[in-house]
């Protein structure tokens, strides 16, 4: 956007979809159509750099994911860059580039989505990104595997180095596994899995494609993310599994990851 032209008004108001609503006066406007009001404001004025700080905290469900793909659109049509502030994971994660990850004032970790997703610096980082969050066990290592609730875990070789060579045999740790990697053994034997444990439904959760099973392992409240083929119901006994290649490691004391 160059200058502040009628040319450049025209400009602003089909990048923000409000062009047939020109002689709308501002009550007229639903809630989402004034965060594109806003959004346009910003625009004309041709500035370099847009501070949006929770700009859809306000709005509905549905209306927060098509503003969501609209600020992408926007963003990527004039190359602005955005400094985009939020509570909102999921907005975090599917509009940002670079993301910054704050507890109490503090930087946790600036990284990229993917590797706050598969690499996060420590159990706050982990269990932020996600949904639901990452499970967290305490298990112990001895060597080669991880022993929780009397199950142990057989670790891949390279992990179960880099825990001995940091000392780590004999240790308590924190295990964690994201509930995508927790499997339904019986009917999602997708993937290597080395160890099973059962455990009662708590809570049952269909959300279309895919199952939430909520559980208790080892004295934690867990949750698996399992395709429909689960037929399990609340009370029922399930056998589960974790994908050990996935599985994190945190130290108890700084809470700090390990491996990943």
Partial sequence: IRGRDENDGRLVLEAVHLSPFINRMPNELSGGQQQRVALGRALISNTGVL???EPLS???A????AMRFEIKEIQQKFGITVL????????AMTLGTRIVVMKDGIMQQVDSPTNLYNKPNNIFVA???GSPQMN?????????TLEAGGVKFELPEEKAAVLKDKGYTGKTVVMGVRPENVYDAKAEALCKLTSSFDAAITVFELLGSEVQLYF?????????????????AVGDTVSFAFDVDKIHVFDKETEQAVIH
Avoid at 84 to 91: F, I, K, L, R
Avoid at 136 to 144: C, H, L, T, V
């Fill in 136 to 144: 967290f066990i305490d298990a112990k290592f001895d060597g080669s």
């Fill in 62 to 65: 549905k209306l927060r994911e």
């Fill in 84 to 91: 985009y502030v939020t509570h909102d994971q999921t907005e």
């Fill in 58 to 60: 306000n709005l509905d």
């Fill in 51 to 53: 501070l949006l700080d």
């Fill in 216 to 232: 208790d392992f080892a004295g934690a409240s867990m949750s698996a993310k399992v395709g429909q083929g689960s037929r399990a």
């Fill in 127 to 129: 269990g932020f990104i």
